[in-house]
């Protein structure tokens, strides 16, 4: 049996090519149609959050005299700047190792646990990840306050005289930035490790393998894309991270984010857009080495 | 020889069993302590706004609605919670026409570069919020918008957009395509096609997407501090405000009721996904 295009090919009927012709242009037609659908979206992110993005970046090199460089240079002469940067990048790598050290037991257990059980955990994850990261920092304040309640019950227990000066330190910093990170480091952790098939560790215990052994030889490496997936969602937040440090910092722990807005309070707007592009470029060169690591559409896929 | 073997063996899987106790143990327990780092600030917070104390004490003296009854006798947080429901409104309503009209396009259309329209439509999700917020303070500052509530809901929706975009391709990657054209091949126009298909098909997507999308807008506040001025002072910004003046309890039952906001519509929009996902199960088992 010859098939039917062949066929129609073969004998070349009168009005063919036209047919043809007609039959593309109505999947075109189709096509523009799916088009327009998604024309409104991206023409007001356009408008709305792309340009403003890019004129910003396109800022960074425009001074009162056109095309400048002056900005960079700046930046990179002066070391109080490369202070804040690395203060960042530090803050961040320390609150990510922190939350993968805090994530994994509970993650784990989590995984373990019976399925009513586990249910229970989940929704209790749930709950500081869907209060707004402004309410959480909160909270931490009220903890750590001056007149805030762990210095409350000290004195009442008449352990400390004077209150304790726990906020406006780093202390208090790294406290509520792991505090707020650490859903986005469980999440993806308890998904790979719920995903374990089961199978795999009843097979490891009948071959002989001890507790520990199935541990750091299945269930380990098979978490490695939960564990991947967590550390690049709460590094590239926490490079980024502005209400929590800015509220719970003190003066001489300035991030990044808090440099940009303190620029921009002093009218040094040029500048405050070499350091959000930087902190810009920044954030998509570590998402884009993750993505050629890992694959990152891989990791949302689950 | 073989009686030295078989004690070893039996001390060994003694001190196995007990090491894997022992670990199970620990690990409940260590994931026992980082639950409760996790919940209680937030049961403290719930707490002390229920307080009847002048100051931060807990566990309070005694039960009071008087910061709750604080809240509401003050006309400035009234009005900033009033702008930010109907901010989120607005923007819910925006990203969810955009973006549920993309969604479609993207996932039924062959588009060229369909790579990097998704990454555009996605990039909100990445980019820093403080890149995002200096952005469209410049913008706005050229076309004069600045402390407009315009101004929230213009940028809130471009960061809305996504969370629509996703929860809708969710649901019209879930149904089979065959239906739109039996529909067709019945004799239905295009319009009835979306209309009685189509739309009730992805409707539980279009409604998870718009929750999210509310709850973006209402939480939102790094972008609210660049651009709301002193004319479009929303709820966070004015929460943003009083804490950063003094940790009075009123800021606490104005967590409380933010908390209850978000609570909700987060979990409608996660029991909406669940059932989504669900009938997906369901309606692949059938086919097979």
């Given at each position: 049996m010859v098939p039917a295009t062949q066929v129609t090919a073969g004998i070349s009927p009168p009005g063919a090519q036209e047919r043809r012709r007609l039959y593309r242009r109505i999947l075109f037609a189709e096509q523009l149609r799916y088009a327009l659908l998604v024309a409104p979206l991206i023409i007001y992110l356009l408008i709305f959050y792309i340009y403003p993005v890019a004129s910003m970046l396109v800022r960074s090199f425009i001074g009162d005299g056109g095309f400048t460089l002056e900005y960079f240079e700046r930046l990179l002469e002066t070391p109080v700047y490369w202070r804040v940067f690395s203060n960042t990048v530090l803050l961040a790598l320390a609150t990510t190792l922190i939350c993968l050290a805090l994530a994994y037991p509970l993650a784990y257990a989590m995984s373990r646990a019976s399925s009513t059980r586990a249910a229970i955990m989940f929704a209790l994850v749930l709950l500081p990840f869907w209060t707004s990261i402004l309410v959480r920092s909160y909270a931490w304040m009220v903890l750590?306050?001056?007149?805030g309640i762990f210095n409350d019950w000290l004195s009442r227990a008449g352990l400390i005289k004077e209150p304790l000066n726990?906020?406006?330190t780093p202390f208090a910093v790294y406290v509520a930035m792991v505090y707020v990170l650490l859903p986005f480091m469980i999440l993806p952790l308890y998904s790979v490790l719920r995903s374990i098939d089961p199978s795999l560790l009843r097979a490891a215990e009948g071959l002989g393998a001890s507790a520990r052994q199935i541990f750091f030889h299945v269930v380990a490496p098979l978490s490695k894309p939960g564990v991947a997936a967590g550390c690049l969602v709460v590094f590239i937040l926490a490079l980024g991270f502005y209400i929590t440090p800015a509220l719970?910092?003190?003066?001489?722990?300035?991030?990044l984010a808090m440099l940009i807005a303190q620029q921009l309070d002093m009218y040094e707007w040029n500048f405050a857009a070499v350091l959000a592009s930087m902190l810009l470029f920044f954030s998509l060169a570590v998402f884009f080495i993750f993505d050629k690591m890992i694959g990152i559409e891989r990791m949302f896929a689950r | 020889m073989t009686r030295t073997l078989a004690k070893e063996m039996s001390g060994a899987s003694r001190i196995g069993w007990l090491t894997r106790n022992l670990g199970s143990v620990l690990l409940e327990l260590a994931a026992g302590l980082v639950m409760l780092f996790l919940v209680a600030p937030i049961l403290v917070i719930v707490v002390v706004s229920f307080s009847s104390a002048n100051y931060l004490s807990f566990p309070p003296p005694g039960f009071s609605l008087r910061w709750y009854a604080d809240y509401l006798d003050q006309p400035g947080w009234v009005h900033a919670t009033i702008l930010s429901i109907w901010t989120a409104a607005c923007v819910t309503i925006i990203a969810s026409i955009l973006g549920t009209a993309a969604a479609i396009g993207l996932v039924r259309g062959r588009l060229p570069a369909k790579r990097l329209l998704n990454a555009c439509i996605l990039s909100p999700l990445i980019v820093p919020g403080i890149v995002v917020a200096i952005g469209v303070y410049f913008f706005y500052v050229q076309i004069g918008l600045?402390?407009?509530?315009l101004a929230i809901i213009a940028a809130h929706s471009a960061l809305a957009a996504p969370f629509v975009v996703l929860n809708v391709s969710a649901t019209l990657y879930g149904f089979n395509q065959r239906l739109e054209q039996a529909a067709q091949n019945l004799g239905a126009t295009r319009w009835q096609t979306f209309r009685y298909i189509t739309l009730p098909i992805v409707k539980p997507g279009i409604v998870a997407g718009a929750l999210l999308a509310f709850v973006t807008s209402f939480d939102e506040l790094i972008v609210a501090l660049f651009?709301?001025?002193?004319?479009a002072v929303t709820l966070p910004r004015k929460m943003w405000d009083s804490i950063r003046f003094g940790l009075e309890p009123t800021i606490a039952s104005v967590s409380v009721l933010t908390i209850v906001v978000s609570v909700l519509a987060f979990l409608s929009a996660e029991l909406l996904r669940r059932r989504t996902l669900r009938m997906m199960a369901r309606e692949s088992q059938s086919e097979a």
């Open positions: 750590l306050g001056r007149s726990l906020l406006y719970m910092g003190g003066q001489r722990d300035v991030t | 600045i402390g407009s509530p651009v709301s001025g002193t004319g």
